[in-house]
C-alpha cells in the first residue's frame, strides 16, 4: 500500500509561480512512477506529467510542455512539480498518482491517488 499526500497548492496571479509537492510513503513507494493530473470544474481529469522511478524518465501533457518541471527527490520519497507562466487555464484540483512506470501512469492506469490540493490562478 501507498499513500500520496499532497501539500503546496494555493492562490496565485496569472504569470506567476507555484510549486506543488507529493510525498509517498509505503514499503514500495519508491519503486513507483509518479506523476500529476488536474482536474478543472466541469471537466475530466487530465494527465499532466510524469517521471519515472529513477526520476530519469520525464513526460508532459503538450499544453505545460516548457512551463512545468517535474522532479524527484528519491530520499524524501517526494516529487515535485514546478509551475510557470501560469495562466487562468491551470486552475484545478491537481492530483498525484503512482504507478508501474510513466505510459501506464500517463495513460490513467494508476494504482494509488492522493487527494488533491487545489491551485487557483487569477487574473
Known amino acids: 500500500q501507498v499513500q500520496l499526500v499532497e501539500s503546496g497548492g494555493g492562490l496565485v496571479q496569472a504569470g506567476g509561480s507555484l510549486r506543488v509537492s507529493c510525498a509517498a510513503s509505503?514499503?514500495?513507494?519508491?519503486?513507483?512512477?509518479m506523476g500529476w493530473f488536474r482536474q478543472a470544474p466541469g471537466k475530466e481529469r487530465e494527465f499532466v506529467a510524469a517521471?519515472?522511478?529513477?526520476?530519469?524518465?520525464?513526460a508532459y501533457a503538450d499544453s505545460v510542455k516548457g512551463r512545468f518541471t517535474i522532479s524527484r527527490d528519491s530520499a524524501k520519497n517526494t516529487v515535485y512539480l514546478q509551475m510557470g507562466s501560469l495562466n487562468l487555464e491551470d486552475t484545478a484540483v491537481y492530483y498525484c498518482?503512482?504507478?508501474?512506470?510513466?505510459?501506464?501512469?500517463?495513460?490513467?492506469?494508476?494504482?494509488?491517488w492522493g487527494q488533491g490540493t487545489q491551485v487557483t490562478v487569477s487574473s
Open positions: 498518482a503512482s504507478s508501474r512506470d510513466t505510459n501506464r501512469l500517463r495513460s490513467g492506469l494508476c494504482d494509488y
Open positions: 509505503g514499503r514500495t513507494a519508491s519503486s513507483y512512477a
Open positions: 517521471i519515472s522511478w529513477g526520476g530519469g524518465r520525464t
